[in-house]
């Protein structure tokens, strides 16, 4: 998690559907990934109501460019807003 005075930023993987992310999350425990399971901001996404937290940008390129698994969207946590990137 990056801390910049109050501001905290973070994450957050989402899923079209729960089994995707259970999936995801068996995925992300067997190649040693940080992470964790929250439920899923309804502002972002109806879709799935649990989603995956990466605190650490170089966490989340690595699972980007492995294809670690599928996902439906991504977004950064930046104070109050969900910005999808």
């Known amino acids: 998690m990056i801390r910049v005075g109050v501001k905290v930023i973070y994450y957050i993987i989402v ?7 259970m999936a995801a999350e ?4 067997q190649s040693s990934y940080r992470f964790t399971i929250m439920p899923t901001p309804t502002s972002i996404a109806k879709s799935c109501g649990i989603c995956i937290r990466i605190d650490d940008k ?3 390129d690595k699972i980007i460019k492995n294809g670690v698994f599928e996902y439906k969207n991504i977004y950064l ?3 109050h807003e969900y910005i999808l990137i």
């Open 77 to 79: 946590k930046n104070k």
């Open 26 to 29: 068996k995925d992300l425990e």
């Open 15 to 21: 899923f079209k559907n729960t089994y995707d992310a």
């Open 58 to 60: 170089v966490e989340l």
